[in-house]
């Protein structure tokens, strides 16, 4: 983790303004590449745990090629790898620290394995999946394991759209 990164008042009125903010090198880059070799065996249906991630569609068939977004959710409890980063309590400060709130809680970790060809999720609010969350208070981080940018399929955000009312 970035330790002991101190949000300055430009990054605090940035979020608050645009609703994300982006902060390189959260990771280190050899942590970033481990944990992205992780995924092939993950994504094979290995658990280190023993315990199965709550949510995985699918699994690779054998050929060592994902198959179309792969999606796993709470791999925090199959591999310690992924849970030394979901569980992190530098990374809970940080976001903490950045809504303004006193503590955080985990809500769900997903890691998603796509290709740059394979197709876009759609926009939405992360609170439409999680009605039950009250108040409706939600984060989320975002952590790019490989080079990303526009061409090759990276998170897309809309300035500002945390301020939209809710939709259904």
């Known amino acids: 983790m970035n330790r002991y990164y101190q949000w300055t008042a430009e990054d605090l009125t940035w979020y608050q303004r645009h609703g994300f ?24 249906g290995n658990f280190e745990t023993g315990i199965e991630p709550e949510l995985c569609p699918a699994y690779l068939d054998g050929s060592n090629t994902p198959a179309t977004g792969l999606i796993m959710a709470n791999a925090w409890r199959c591999d310690h790898s992924i849970a030394m980063v979901t569980l992190n309590s530098e990374l809970a400060r940080m976001l903490a620290e950045l809504n ?5 809680r985990l809500l769900q970790d997903n890691l998603h394995w796509k290709q740059p060809s394979d197709p876009g999720g759609h926009y939405h609010q992360d609170y439409r999946y999680h009605r039950w969350a009250v108040p409706n208070l939600l984060a989320s981080a975002w952590l790019a394991l490989t080079d990303t940018n526009a061409s090759n399929g990276t998170l897309c955000l809309i300035r500002g759209s945390h301020l939209w009312p809710e939709v259904d």
């Open 100 to 104: 303004g709130w006193y503590g955080i």
């Open 21 to 44: 903010i982006v902060l390189p090198n959260v990771l280190a880059p050899q942590i970033c590449t481990y944990l992205a070799d992780r995924f092939e065996t993950l994504f094979s």
